[in-house]
């Protein structure tokens, strides 16, 4: 029995380190002395002084977290309404707009990425105006972001007892004042969900933004897909290892709030 | 009486289905009124047109006079028990009672003495900042109702609302209700598939099946005249027999003849016949119209109830009185228990129940 | 009334999911004439399945385009066969622990998925390289290197070790819901070890396996950072056809031709495996 175990725990490890072996690889090769990305000749700090002083990295940093935000808030709103209102739309076309939704989660990235950028060009080139860059970017980070807050929220909409909102009505509340007082609170965790996925999605991003940026403008995956081609800086080790430790925080912060829910949820169950 | 809702001439189509068939129906102040039907009979949507939840396709609905139909559910001076109760879950037992005081921007004193006046009234005292998720499903009962009339209705809407409470408690909340009403001097409207529930609560009972009201009255009057077999089907048990009129205060059915206090019906129409269990002497053989043998006997507490076989039929019979399986016996009914009704099917049947309505209500 | 909600999107829809989706077919079906008209054509896709083409001296000859998609979908067959063996006992361990033991594994399975997926990609180069860290350990124990960075092997590596998780995920989830009291009703009758998991344990994680071979097949064969990144530069499966022909050669007739192609694939494996799939598709829900 303790042999079955131990052969469990044993495979459960080896899963994990080959998970974990890039993550650290890279980190531990951020404090390397050397330019070298196989040998071991020291530590530093170099390439952290380094980053923060790459004007390059700095402007992809921003325009990843400003895109992040954006489209984060735009495709929330977006989403949120559209499920809403999808949730009450009868079952055909219901069917139909959901089917439609998920086509960018089930499509490969590489495909919507190009099949925006044929629109955007294909546009651009009709009417002689605009071109591609900061706003085609966000647009598409929105575009495949939408689908997921949607897919988040309508479940929470399912759950709630339809007659939530005729009983806000029925104690005067006006549809708008019980839509935010009343439904609103209530699908508000499929909201965040799908919120935090959105962002996510928008920072991990590559394929898409790829496709659909333009001459000079710069996310960090762009960023770092060109150096790769180029040969690797070492501040890239130094940047992955500080973008991991934040997300790292984040989402244990996030892992606690769900651990306090659930705990909260069983109490009251 | 004062009418305080007129429903005049609804109907309710969805597509295709018709939910409510010119469906008429008034209430009175301070009345108890419950709408007892099986699922999908239309009570329910009658309620919901009542809360302004759906607008029927054709027909007007009346408040005090004057109609309501484009008045938008908010802005109804009545409320709504719903089923399951519709609680806020993230807002506490106080944040219930009081939104929609909160709504109409009363002051907060005011508010505060409403919660407490409210809770007592439902026996929830000291349950102010309780999570509504944490209560029982008697209690999450209450905080609807204190929820709801904390608005001071004039009416009251209640969909099914005990349906989901355990027997004892929904017995105990029938008392609860009824007394409430009284109480408080407020017109309740009940919708219910539960002909117990309706016999005991109401002042009025309006039976509804496949979109109509087949008959309204008193509970009495509707236990002891049903109007036609379903009603008679539906409230309490009874034995229904097909039956031939042979002429006024004359009927046969079961192959034997009896005198009965019905009139005006065609000479040999085809009726249907309503014999309550309890309504059936069991006599000697020799004594009674129909002959018959008894097959079963089930001890109920109160009485005994026996399975007499007569002829192809069998009889529910309720009695004190005990006769022993196996044996012959004699079945008797007087005049007055004979409920003799037009046939089910056409149409003339129910709109006589609806046009009769008022009458067997008197 | 709530339904009004509903009309931007749909708008929206139409306008970033539909239009340009139409427009890669139209441009996958359509040429320039020699005149400069708009021509309806099946010559892109006749073109794509063409043995030969000759005299075409571009970076990559154009008979092997059939060839590259063989080579994308038995990749990406290998590396689901791959994820499912190595991933389904991982999820059978899990379902099998404590709570707290749970949420903790799951949540480190997690976490590498949100480190930036390029990142993840690239350190493997400083792994695989030829004076990569595998290297240098083989080197030092005496043993033979390795050289198989630039090559399918590193391909198919970079694959599973992308898309474990998202076999690990959607597997544990249907092993997760299943009543623990089923496994002891088969005991009960009778069932040892094997034919339990043969015959109720795997039945009912089904769902999930099919969601979770969905979500490595259609990644992998789609995939252009894993083949560019440790493939090298002139290493192709359908995904980095693609981005050629848009990016470099900047024939869009042809690359959405090829577009059209990797999509028709997509919805043919999925066809293929909700054949399989009686219960609900729970894949992507797993991961949201």
Known sequence: ?269 | ?362 | MKRLFAYPYILWMGIFIVVPLLLVVYYSVTATGPDGNTIFTFDHFRRFFAPITPGMDQPLRERIFVSVALRSIRLALQSTGICLLLGYPVAYIMTRKEYSEKSVLLFMLLVPMWMNFLLRTYAWLTILERNGLVNQLLSRMGLPMIDILYTDAAVLLGMVYNFLPFMILPIYTSLKKMDPRLIEAAQDLGAGGVSVFARVVFPLSLPGVISGITMVFMPGAATFIISNLLGGQQYFLLGNLVEMQFLNVGDWHFGSAIAVIMMLLMVASMVILSLFDKGENQGRSTII
């Open chain 2, 1 to 362: 009486m004062n009418r305080i809702i007129d429903l005049v001439d609804v109907s309710m189509t969805y597509g295709k289905q018709t939910v409510l068939n010119h469906v008429d129906l008034y209430i009175n102040q301070n009345e108890f009124l419950t709408l007892l039907g099986p699922s999908g009979c239309g009570k329910t949507t009658t309620l919901r047109i009542i809360g302004g939840f759906e607008q029927p396709t054709t027909g007007d609905v009346l408040f005090n006079g004057t109609s309501i139909l484009h008045t938008p559910p908010h802005k109804r001076p009545l409320n709504t028990i719903f089923q399951r109760y519709a609680l806020f879950p993230h807002l506490d037992v106080a944040g219930n009672v009081a939104f929609g005081l909160k709504i109409k921007k009363k002051p907060r004193e005011v508010i505060n003495k409403k919660i407490a006046d409210m809770l007592r009234l439902v026996n929830l005292e000291g349950y102010e900042s309780r999570s509504t998720l944490s209560l029982s499903g008697g209690q999450q009962q209450r905080v609807a109702i204190a929820r709801a009339l904390a608005n001071e209705p004039q009416v009251l809407l209640l969909d099914e609302p005990l349906g989901a409470l355990d027997l004892q408690l929904r017995k105990e909340m029938q008392v609860e209700l009824k007394n409430m009403q009284r109480e408080l001097g407020i017109t309740f409207v009940f919708v219910t598939h539960d002909q117990e529930e309706a016999l005991t609560m109401s002042d009025t009972i309006a039976v509804m099946n496949e979109g109509r009201i087949l008959q309204i009255g008193k509970p009495e009057d509707i236990y002891n005249e049903p109007k036609n077999a379903f009603v008679a089907r539906f409230i309490g048990e009874s034995n229904i027999l097909e039956g031939i009129m042979r002429e006024d205060f004359r009927v046969s059915f079961a192959n034997a003849e009896f005198a009965c206090i019905d009139k005006g019906f065609a000479q040999n129409e085809a009726v249907d016949i309503v014999v309550r269990p309890e309504d059936v002497r069991i006599c000697a053989q020799n004594e009674g119209r129909v002959k018959g043998r008894v097959t079963q006997v089930i001890f109920k507490g109160v009485h005994y109830e026996m399975h007499v076989e007569a002829q192809g039929f069998l009889w529910k019979i309720h009695s004190t009185v005990q006769a022993p399986a196996g044996e012959e016996v004699g079945l008797d009914i007087a005049p007055d228990l004979i409920h003799v009704m037009k046939k089910e099917n056409g149409k003339r049947n129910t709109e006589s129940g609806i046009k009769g309505a008022e009458g067997s209500a008197s």
């Open chain 1, 1 to 269: 029995m303790s042999l079955h175990k131990a052969v469990k725990k044993l495979y459960l490890g080896l899963i994990l380190f080959f998970l974990y072996a890039p993550i650290l690889v890279l980190m531990v090769f951020s404090f390397n002395a050397s330019r070298s990305r196989a040998n071991w000749e020291g530590f530093t700090l170099d390439w952290y002084r380094v980053l923060f002083n790459d004007p390059q990295i700095a402007l992809a940093l921003r325009n990843t977290l400003l895109i992040g935000v954006f489209s984060t808030v735009i495709a929330t709103a977006i989403g949120t309404l559209a499920a809403v209102g999808i949730d009450k739309m009868k079952r055909r076309p219901k069917a139909v707009v959901m089917g439609i939704s998920r086509i960018p989660v089930m499509m490969p990235d590489i495909v919507t990425g190009l099949s925006l950028m044929v629109l955007y060009l294909f546009v651009i080139r009709t009417l002689g105006i605009g071109r591609m860059g900061f706003t085609t970017l966000l647009l598409s980070h929105v575009m495949f972001n939408v689908p997921y807050v949607i897919l988040s929220v309508i479940p929470k909409l399912r759950q709630i007892d339809a007659n939530l909102y005729e009983a806000a009505l029925d104690l005067g509340a006006t549809p708008l004042r019980a839509f935010v007082q009343v439904i609103l609170p209530e699908i508000w965790p499929g909201v965040v969900t799908g919120a935090m996925l959105a962002f996510t999605l928008s920072i991990d991003d590559f394929m898409v933004s790829f496709f659909t940026t333009g001459a000079g403008v710069q996310n960090l995956s762009i960023l770092i897909f060109s150096m790769a081609r180029r040969g690797v800086q070492p501040q890239i080790n130094a940047l992955s290892t500080l973008m991991f430790l934040v997300i790292l925080a984040m989402l244990f912060l996030i892992h606690k709030r769900d651990q306090r829910q659930a705990r909260k949820a069983k109490l009251h169950g």
